[in-house]
């Protein structure tokens, strides 16, 4: 089954801490990227990347960081620096052409 | 930047159509979507109309694109409980990353 894997479904995170949300594709995407949805609010797009190694920060960059070792793989570390962490993450790929983006299942993150 | 906008509630009865609007900002846009998102799930999605269309319709599905006044608009007929959802307008700008909307609550009422 192709398709695009978050884990965890739901993360909790003490003040203080560093969380690490995990996304993985097997589409065999070169592009993939990371979304803070809020409440009545749209998607905003966090970091993405179009190639191993690269990565470029979107609109709210601040408190995050990714990294992307893998073209499978695109991890996102919600750092301490996040002071409103709360909120639904969905991770996403597409192809370079970028004609169709999907996405993950997403990630509920809490802070305790 | 682009600015894409939707009505955030939209209520009808079963089996009637559904239209959820969208207006967008910039005349660039290449592809535009719509995805439809199920509580505590993913985006899902839908149906997408590439920028030289006016309408592409899928099943129950139509999309409207008036290229002029900067709409689109996604039609839903004989809308059942299983449509409720938020629906969301995305629109891809060349060279640029997908911007999207905030979101359509569609309710279903029996």
């Known amino acids: 089954d192709g398709g695009i894997t978050q884990s965890p479904k739901y993360l909790f995170r003490k003040e203080g801490q560093n969380v690490t949300l995990s996304c993985e594709q097997n589409?065999?995407?070169?592009?993939m990227y990371w979304y803070r949805q809020d409440p009545g609010q749209g998607l905003r797009l966090i970091y993405y990347?179009?190639?191993?190694?690269?990565?470029q920060k979107g609109d709210i960059a601040e408190g995050y960081s990714v990294s992307r070792e893998k073209k499978e793989s695109f991890p996102l570390t919600v750092t301490s620096a996040q002071k409103n962490p709360t909120a639904f993450y969905l991770c996403?790929?597409?192809?370079?052409?970028?004609?169709?983006?999907?996405f993950g299942p997403g990630t509920r993150l809490l802070v305790l | 930047g682009e600015d894409v906008e939707q009505s955030l509630f939209l209520s009808v009865r079963e089996g009637d159509s559904s239209v959820i609007n969208c207006t967008y900002t910039?005349?660039?846009?290449?592809?535009l979507y719509w995805y439809k998102q199920e509580p505590g799930a993913g985006l899902q999605l839908l149906t997408y109309?590439?920028?030289?269309?006016d309408m592409k319709q899928d099943q129950r599905l139509t999309v409207l694109l008036n290229k002029k006044d900067k709409h689109l608009s996604l039609r839903i007929a004989d809308t059942q409980t299983g449509d409720s959802a938020i629906y969301f307008c995305a629109v891809l700008l060349y060279g640029q990353n997908f911007v999207f909307g905030p979101g359509t609550r569609l309710s279903v009422l029996p």
């Open positions: 996403a790929s597409s192809t370079l052409q970028q004609e169709t983006q999907y």
């Open positions: 990347s179009q190639i191993v190694n690269d990565f």
């Open positions: 109309i590439f920028s030289n269309m």
């Open positions: 910039d005349s660039s846009s290449t592809y």
């Open positions: 589409l065999n995407h070169d592009a």
